[in-house]
């Protein structure tokens, strides 16, 4: 049986949530607290908490442990998930920043949650700055989606066009920095 990996734009489609990353920082905040708690904590009902805390259990984000009748979480990442220590990270230190809106943070990770976007990452940072058409070859992706994700990623400002080429931005957010990171040094994500 092989090791579970959970792709990193499957995780960003599970974080770009603003309930989820409600109940993320709940936990974050204050480790080890049930449903309950964390449901008060993000401001949403219990069985909305509860689906988001699996969502992000299954993603090896959070661990659960049980205690008695309750079940405490805790952002103690699983093992078995490499990329989930560095997103948990990236994640705290963005959701927890003073003053950070989560519309920024979920805009940050709307961007990486498209298998096609991380391939297009992927080459630019393997490859530098690259024509539309170049991209569209060595990416396999048609013009018109390539076009699409293109765009996707210029109003995220992870890339931008210069001239005939895009190009990777040099400034962006400091979460954006984990998951470059994470492309760059696992192909198969």
Same mark, same amino acid.
């Given at each position: 049986?092989?090791?579970?990996?959970?792709?990193?734009?499957?995780?960003?489609?599970?974080? $770009?949530?603003? /309930?989820?990353?409600?109940?993320? %920082?709940? @936990? !974050?905040? =204050?480790?080890?607290?049930?449903?309950?708690?964390?449901?008060?904590?993000?401001?949403?009902?219990?069985?909305?908490?509860?689906?988001?805390?699996?969502?992000l259990q299954a993603r090896g984000l959070i661990s659960a442990r049980r205690e008695s009748?309750?079940?405490?979480?805790?952002?103690?990442?699983?093992?078995?998930?490499?990329?989930?220590?560095?997103?948990?990270?990236?994640?705290?230190? $963005?959701?927890? /920043?003073?003053?950070?809106?989560? %519309?920024? @943070? !979920?805009? =940050?990770?709307?961007?990486?949650?498209?298998?096609?976007?991380?391939?297009?990452?992927?080459?630019?940072?393997?490859?530098?700055?690259?024509?539309?058409?170049?991209?569209?070859?060595?990416?396999?992706?048609?013009?018109?989606?390539?076009?699409?994700h293109l765009r996707k990623l210029e109003s995220r400002q992870l890339i931008h066009q210069q001239?005939?080429?895009?190009?990777?931005?040099?400034?962006?957010?400091?979460?954006?920095?984990?998951?470059? %990171?994470?492309?760059?040094?696992?192909?198969?994500?």
């Amino acid at each position: 049986m092989g090791n579970y990996h959970p792709t990193i734009w499957r995780t960003c489609r599970v974080l $770009a949530n603003a /309930r989820r990353i409600a109940c993320l %920082k709940a @936990v !974050l905040k =204050c480790p080890g607290s049930c449903v309950g708690e964390v449901a008060k904590l993000a401001r949403v009902g219990e069985s909305q908490a509860s689906v988001a805390l699996r969502a992000l259990q299954a993603r090896g984000l959070i661990s659960a442990r049980r205690e008695s009748r309750w079940v405490r979480y805790f952002p103690d990442t699983d093992p078995l998930v490499p990329a989930a220590a560095p997103i948990l990270d990236g994640v705290r230190q $963005a959701t927890l /920043r003073d003053g950070e809106p989560a %519309k920024k @943070v !979920l805009r =940050c990770l709307t961007a990486f949650t498209h298998p096609r976007r991380l391939a297009l990452l992927r080459c630019l940072l393997e490859k530098g700055p690259a024509p539309f058409e170049a991209l569209s070859q060595m990416s396999r992706i048609s013009p018109p989606a390539l076009y699409r994700h293109l765009r996707k990623l210029e109003s995220r400002q992870l890339i931008h066009q210069q001239e005939e080429a895009w190009s990777l931005c040099v400034a962006h957010e400091p979460l954006a920095d984990v998951f470059l %990171k994470l492309i760059a040094s696992d192909p198969k994500r």
